[in-house]
């Protein structure tokens, strides 16, 4: 029986088991991807003590940091969470474990374009990771779809490997991104933006090679990488029936409470107004001081 299972191993997660291990509470971390979405970040320039940093050199320090700790990680796929009268029950491909609490840290997942041919090309062609994929388009032409900050960084990092980027945007301008980034993509001779754009067809044999505009216009190209946002995954809070918002997020009250006794759900799954990895580490530092209070109680 753990005090504490944090189903998710991004930075609110991965905050919230250093947290849980300076309150001697004893704790799992059980996911999938260590470090979350932050891993694809090609650089973070806005987290305190670094000047800038990869997403994935940033992950691996959380790690050695949660570790160090005595904190278990375990990554491996979580199939069901069930409630029981004396904890929770999380049940994942290699077993069964117990806990006497739960934070819910499962971040969101990439949303996807949504047309015909998405699903063939994905793996050969289309790629949802510019920092995983990136260096197999070396001097190849690409396109980023999206107008956010996942979007911009991506077409920069792309830049650096490709001999031409596309950012395709269904906006008349960018809105969303930091005008640091806007800025470096404005500057960058490589990259080409196009606003009030669509992308209606995919083409291509075994793997991608065109794409159709909604303007008609058409773009030979080898590699797509869609940045379109994300939607939350809230599947363990339908199953133990933990109330969400109009936008499927996960309602949490400010100690990180949800509606069902001893859940707790922190990040990106909750909807926060920022969301970036200081906010969800905020949140996980803030949940686990919750479950050792109520653990005191009880």
């Known amino acids: 029986m753990y005090d504490l299972i ?5 930075p609110a997660g991965l905050t919230a088991g250093i947290y849980a291990a300076r309150y001697n509470l004893k704790t799992m971390i059980i996911g999938e991807i260590l470090g979350g979405y932050a891993t694809e970040a090609f650089k973070i320039c806005n987290f305190p003590t ?73 793996g050969r062609g289309i790629s949802y990771c510019a920092t995983c994929d990136g260096p197999v388009f070396k001097d190849k032409i690409v396109a980023v779809v999206g107008g956010g ?31 640091a980034w806007i800025d470096l993509v404005e500057k960058n001779k490589k990259i080409e933006v196009m606003f009030n754009s669509i992308i209606t067809e995919l083409h291509g044999d075994k793997f991608l090679e065109k794409i159709k505009l909604n303007s008609g216009k058409e773009l030979e190209l080898e590699g797509l990488f869609v940045e379109i946002g994300s939607i939350p995954c809230v599947d363990f809070a339908k199953m133990l029936k933990i109330k969400l918002d109009d936008a499927g997020y996960i309602v949490a009250d400010k100690k990180q ?42």
């Not at 944090?6 to 991004?10: E, K, P, R, V």
């Not at 994942?92 to 006497?100: I, Q």
């Open 6 to 10: 944090i189903i998710g191993a991004g």
């Open 50 to 122: 670094y000047k800038e940093i990869s997403g994935m050199e940033f992950a691996k320090k959380m790690e050695e940091q949660v570790k160090a700790l005595g904190v278990e990680i375990k990554m491996e796929v979580v199939n069901s969470v069930e409630k029981k009268k004396s904890g929770f029950v999380v049940r994942g491909d290699s077993g069964d474990y117990e806990a006497k609490k739960i934070i819910l840290a499962c971040g969101t997942k990439k949303r996807k374009l949504e047309i015909e041919g998405e699903d063939k090309f994905t």
């Open 257 to 298: 409470k949800t509606n069902v006794a001893g859940v707790f759900a922190v990040g990106d799954i909750t909807n926060p107004p920022l969301k970036q990895i200081i906010t969800a580490a905020s949140q996980g530092a803030t949940a686990s001081q919750s479950v050792f209070e109520e653990l005191q109680k009880e």
């Open 149 to 179: 900050n996942a979007a911009l960084t991506s077409a920069l990092l792309l830049s650096g490997y490709a001999k031409k980027v596309y950012v395709i945007y269904r906006k008349e301008k960018f809105f969303r991104p930091d005008p």
